[in-house]
């Protein structure tokens, strides 16, 4: 199992040093073209953080669904033992 969390990690790791980019200064530049320049690595982030969490909405939903049930079980309990 080893190997395969290191090959994990190393994949990983590799991704987000491909994404990341070298800081440069740069000229003074209209503030449109700063904030493209500056929502990129954003842009990027923003996608590994989906393909790392992309299994999470499902779960949460999940977990809604059960703890909603459970507090309705609940509140019907609370009337049929009172």
């Keep these: 199992m ?15 040093r491909s994404q990341t980019l070298p800081r440069t200064p740069t000229p003074v530049a209209p503030a449109a073209k700063t904030t493209l ?3 990129s690595p954003a842009l ?3 996608a590994t953080q989906k393909e790392k969490y992309k299994y999470l909405l ?9 703890a909603g049930s459970l507090f309705l079980i609940l509140i019907i309990m ?3 033992l009172d």
Aim: glycine share 4%.
């Design 2 to 16: 080893k190997k395969k969390r290191d090959k994990r990690r190393k994949k990983y790791r590799a991704a987000i």
């Design 78 to 80: 609370n009337f049929i």
């Design 37 to 39: 320049a500056a929502s």
């Design 44 to 46: 990027a982030t923003s």
């Design 58 to 66: 499902a779960d949460l939903r999940q977990i809604g669904i059960i």
